[in-house]
């Protein structure tokens, strides 16, 4: 067990469909990262919050969008879904000044 | 920016056989490397890391990862395989001192399968 939670597990919805995802990190981790892995794009780097302000993007599409709260946990919105959003969605979070990402279980999201 | 490259995306090994795992890297600034391994439908768990310390890395479950600077390599090995260690391995580079810039970066990863 990371200390990452993720919820839900399992998320099955349709195209078009808007879902939020949410992430509570390590007690005292203020960096939350969201990746997505997808069978054709491997695991990807979609976004980074640090203490609440975005810090880093990566490959995030216009239709996501993620949070970080004044309690640290973070939300990740997918909105306007497509088949190809189809993909296991992991979070995971880090503390300061050390190099070590801990990943939660993730969210599996079945876009039909 | 960085890249991973891991060649053989399935590796089969017997049981008690050597297990070698490779990953190459590129980077413009010093690297972090990270091997991960995930088993089936469960998260990333971290094996071991390179941090610019010893360039020879024990990790948990009795494998190791040697940094080739001049080879720009990460390999993964464990002397002995057991059937435990069938699971997905990915090795990943992040920027070392790039506060604010530590997103990860992920090779294909290597499914090992492990032969009774």
């Known amino acids: 067990d990371s200390g990452v939670t993720q919820t839900p597990k399992h998320l099955i919805t349709a195209t078009g469909q808007r879902v939020t995802l949410r992430c509570s990190p390590r007690?005292?981790?203020?960096?939350v990262y969201w990746y997505q892995q997808s069978l054709d794009q491997g695991l990807q780097f979609l976004i980074q919050y640090y203490n609440g302000e975005e810090r880093a993007k990566g490959n995030i599409l216009e239709r996501f969008s993620a949070q970080q709260f004044p309690d640290l946990h973070s939300e990740l919105n997918l909105s306007s879904l497509e088949l190809g959003d189809s993909a296991l969605y992991f979070c995971a979070s880090k503390k300061d000044q050390q190099e070590t990402q801990y990943f939660g279980p993730g969210t599996r999201l079945l876009v039909l | 920016a960085q890249s991973v490259t891991q060649l053989g995306s399935h590796v089969s090994v017997s049981e008690g056989a050597l297990v070698l795992l490779r990953c190459n890297y590129s980077s413009s600034v010093p690297p972090y490397l990270f091997w991960y391994v995930q088993y089936p439908n469960q998260g990333l768990q971290l094996l071991l890391k390179y941090t610019s310390a010893a360039t020879l890395v024990k990790g948990i479950n009795g494998f190791e990862a040697e940094f080739k600077k001049s080879e720009t390599s990460f390999h993964l090995t464990k002397p002995s395989a057991h059937m435990s260690d069938a699971a997905e391995y990915f090795c990943a580079v992040s920027e070392a001192q790039n506060f604010g810039n530590e997103k990860l970066t992920f090779g294909t990863g290597t499914r090992l399968t492990i032969i009774p």
């Open positions: 007690s005292g981790d203020l960096s």
